[in-house]
Each structure stands twice: as structure tokens, then as C-alpha cells.
């Protein structure tokens, strides 16, 4: 099955600096990639996706890039804000609707 | 639209009892999802349902069995609990038309269990 990698576990930044968070996997047929924040204590929701047959995505100060040939996807957040600090999940599918999971990064924005 | 809804919001079970936790959608998805966070860690998928009387086990079944009798209601149910089952637990809708894989998951807002 597939098996998704991410790093860092944790990721500290001062506030206004970038975070970049990088996730591989191993199935060359999965075909879409979210990206899901979780605050403490909420739910998991979607800040991004990317599908396979584009290589970035933009939305504002989030960003994520694709590379099918390495097999891995990473999430960019420019002039991080405190409000930015959560974990942040990367996943993989394909037709299954399945998703995997990563195991999650901790992002701390300092003020 | 509410959403995905789910209750409990917190429990606490003893050793052995069994319960079940609710999870209702109303956005009429196909697909629904048991998933459990454990302090610190990714999500676990527990079971999963593509529709209406079909159920398909996940990565940690064991313990656990669940039911799809209407497209809205997903239930969970634990039978004799164990201390390995605290967690936290979400449940999750999509909807992705036939054929299509990859839209975003639906997540409700969780179940905080606690078993001693």
C-alpha cells in the first residue's frame, strides 16, 4: 500500500519568515495530495490540494509543489503569523479514495 | 448545513463497557470515514464506507465494527473498551463522483474518549 513520509516532525519559525514542510510517498499512481491544518483541540481542514496533473498551486501566502518524478509534494507558507502556528497533515490517494496520512508536522510561529 | 456532526463530545468508559459514537452527515456523501488521533500522531483509519450497506475495514479495525444503514448516519460502535482505545476520534465525509479519486475529506468536529 502506499506509505507517506513527512518532514520535519516539528518546525520552529520566527513570525514573517517561511515554513516549508515536505512530504514523499511511495504509490507513482496516487494522484492527489491535500494538505490539512489542525489547530489544537479542532478538526482537521483542508487548506490546499494539488492534483497530479499540475506541478503547483497558489492560494494567497500557501503554496504547494509537486514533483512526480522524486515523488514528493511540499507545502510552502510565506510571511508566517502566529495565527499560522498548528500541525499540519500531508496526504496521498488515488481512485481508492483511500487517503494515507502522514504523520504530521508541528509548525510554532514566534511572535 | 451543519456539516459532519458527531456525538459525543467526551466520554469516559470503564474497562469493558462497550458504547457507540454517532456521526450524522448532511451533505449526501457517498463516503464516510472512522478515523483515531492519538496524542502527538497522524490519523489511523478505523473503518470506511463507500455507501449505504457497504463497510470495508482500515489500518486498526480491530475492536471496533461499525454499520452504514442510510447514506447520512455512520455509527462506531467500541465493544469492551480497553485502555488502548483512548484516543480521539473523527469521523469524515467526501463526496467523489464514480470513477474519481481525490476530493477533500469532510472532517466533524471529534470524539475525546478516555477508557480506565
Known amino acids: 500500500g502506499e506509505n507517506v513520509e513527512q518532514h520535519p516532525s516539528t518546525l520552529s519559525v520566527q513570525e514573517g519568515d517561511s515554513a516549508v514542510i515536505k512530504c514523499t510517498y511511495s504509490?507513482?499512481?496516487?494522484?492527489?495530495f491535500p494538505w490539512y491544518k489542525q489547530e489544537l483541540g479542532k478538526r482537521p481542514q483542508l487548506i490546499i490540494d494539488i492534483r497530479s496533473n499540475v506541478g503547483e498551486k497558489k492560494d494567497q501566502r500557501i503554496a504547494v509543489t509537486l514533483n512526480k518524478t522524486a515523488k514528493h509534494f511540499s507545502l510552502h507558507i510565506t510571511e508566517t503569523q502566529p495565527e499560522d502556528s498548528a500541525v499540519y497533515f500531508c496526504a496521498a490517494s488515488k481512485g481508492s479514495y483511500i487517503p494515507t496520512f502522514g504523520r504530521g508536522t508541528s509548525l510554532i510561529v514566534h511572535p | 448545513n451543519a456539516g459532519v456532526t458527531q456525538t459525543p463530545k467526551f466520554r469516559i468508559l470503564k474497562i469493558g463497557q462497550s458504547m457507540t459514537l454517532q456521526c450524522t452527515q448532511d451533505?449526501?456523501?457517498?463516503?464516510m470515514y472512522w478515523y483515531r488521533q492519538d496524542p502527538g500522531m497522524g490519523l489511523k483509519l478505523i473503518y470506511y464506507?463507500?455507501?449505504?450497506?457497504?463497510?470495508d475495514k482500515g489500518e486498526v479495525p480491530n475492536g471496533y465494527n461499525v454499520s452504514r444503514s442510510t447514506t447520512e448516519d455512520f455509527p462506531l460502535r467500541l465493544e469492551l473498551a480497553a485502555p488502548s482505545q483512548t484516543s480521539v476520534y473523527f469521523c469524515a465525509s467526501t463526496t467523489a463522483p464514480f470513477g474519481e479519486g481525490g476530493y477533500e475529506q469532510y472532517f466533524g468536529p471529534g470524539t475525546r474518549l478516555t477508557v480506565t
Open positions: 464506507s463507500v455507501g449505504a450497506g457497504i463497510t
Open positions: 451533505m449526501n456523501h457517498n463516503y
Open positions: 504509490d507513482s499512481a496516487s494522484n492527489y
